[in-house]
């Protein structure tokens, strides 16, 4: 399902996705070991710092290289379940809040206003499934 379970909080400027969940988990404490982590190729360090059960990351293409069919099947599998996430996220940004240019400079109301975004999303979810 394409729900929306978390939200980090927004942070001013340019901040890396990995950088944002170093702040918000930080890597000493076992806050992954008990699940199965999916991510994109911006967490390329994640498995040095975190524990998980299963970490399904895809295969980067190595410099002047190229991947084996293997790796492509694989990234192809990775790709097919990470679109999940990839549609919750278009999903948010139906409401423009994550897409326009931000004018407000309370970060908090910010925030609340994306999760409130985010909770219409999730209603609007349960609903086209009756």
């Not at 975190?50 to 990351?57: E, S």
């Not at 190229?66 to 409401?95: C, D, M, P, W």
């Not at 206003?113 to 999730?122: K, P, S, T």
């Amino acid at each position: 399902m394409k729900v929306i379970l978390y939200i980090s909080r927004p942070f001013e400027g340019r901040a890396h996705d990995f950088a944002v969940l170093k702040m918000e988990f930080p890597p000493h404490m076992d806050w992954f070991a008990n699940f199965e982590v999916k991510l994109d190729l911006g967490f390329q360090g994640f498995k040095d710092d975190y524990k998980c059960l299963l970490l399904k990351i895809p295969n980067k293409k190595p410099k002047g290289g190229s991947l084996t069919e293997a790796q492509k099947a694989e990234n192809k599998e990775v790709a097919k379940e990470r679109i999940r996430v990839e549609h919750s996220l278009s999903g948010l940004k139906r409401f423009r809040i994550l897409s326009d240019r931000l004018r407000m400079h309370d970060l908090d109301q910010y925030h609340e206003i994306i999760g409130l975004c985010a909770g219409v999303w999730n209603h609007s979810l349960i609903y086209a499934i009756d």
